[in-house]
């Protein structure tokens, strides 16, 4: 969504990720100017997707660019609406697919009801509003919640990267010859 908006051309996310971006200028945006559809509300499971979501904001970025008369790659006037209801969509959506979770393994006996916790990490735990919204629904459900500060939520690449660095300087799971391996999506 950063990327479709265009922000690193805007003055005040020019140096800025794409998350910490959105956030930034949602925090000024009325998210009630677009209501996003949720993703897989039709599913009774716990898996998260964006693409739909990410679907919907494109064609609305599509009809507001017509609608000014701009190109793309153009900052929108509503840039920062936008990005405040996509953070919103985006913020329900793990909320209520983490409360399903939670469900699940508390009927399950996965997790005690007493002394559960919740992990929070990577990227979306970067993002306040996310993390606020987590914070309520883990108190809501007298879960704990755990969350590194936002300055080591890094991006999961890099902590898979960095997991494998550790890895191959271990000499644990390393495959030399990678004949006979393979990969399918997903």
């Known amino acids: ?32 100017q677009h209501a996003f559809r949720l993703p897989m509300q039709q599913y009774r499971n716990c898996d998260f997707s964006f693409s739909g979501l990410q679907n919907l904001v494109n064609k609305v970025i599509i009809q507001k ?20 209801a996509a953070q919103h969509a985006v913020a329900v959506h793990i909320i209520q697919r983490t409360y399903r979770a939670m469900l699940f393994c508390i009927k399950n006996s996965i997790l005690s009801s007493k002394n559960a916790t919740l992990v929070v990490s990577g990227g979306v735990a ?8 987590l914070q309520a629904l883990a108190d809501a ?14 991006d999961n690449g890099v902590m898979i990267a960095w997991n494998g660095i550790e ?20």
């Open 1 to 32: 969504v950063a990327r479709r908006l265009s922000l690193r051309k805007h003055p005040e996310c020019h140096s800025m990720a794409g998350g910490k971006a959105i956030e930034h200028l949602a925090q000024t945006g009325n998210r009630q």
């Open 65 to 84: 660019e017509k609608e000014e008369g701009i190109q793309e790659g153009e900052i929108l006037s509503c840039v920062k609406d936008i990005a405040a």
């Open 141 to 154: 459900n007298d879960f704990a919640l755990l969350c590194p500060p936002p300055r080591l939520c890094t």
């Open 126 to 133: 970067s993002n306040q509003y996310i993390r606020k919204g």
């Open 167 to 186: 890895r191959l300087r271990a000499g644990l799971g390393v495959l030399h010859s990678t004949d006979g391996i393979r990969y399918e999506p997903k």
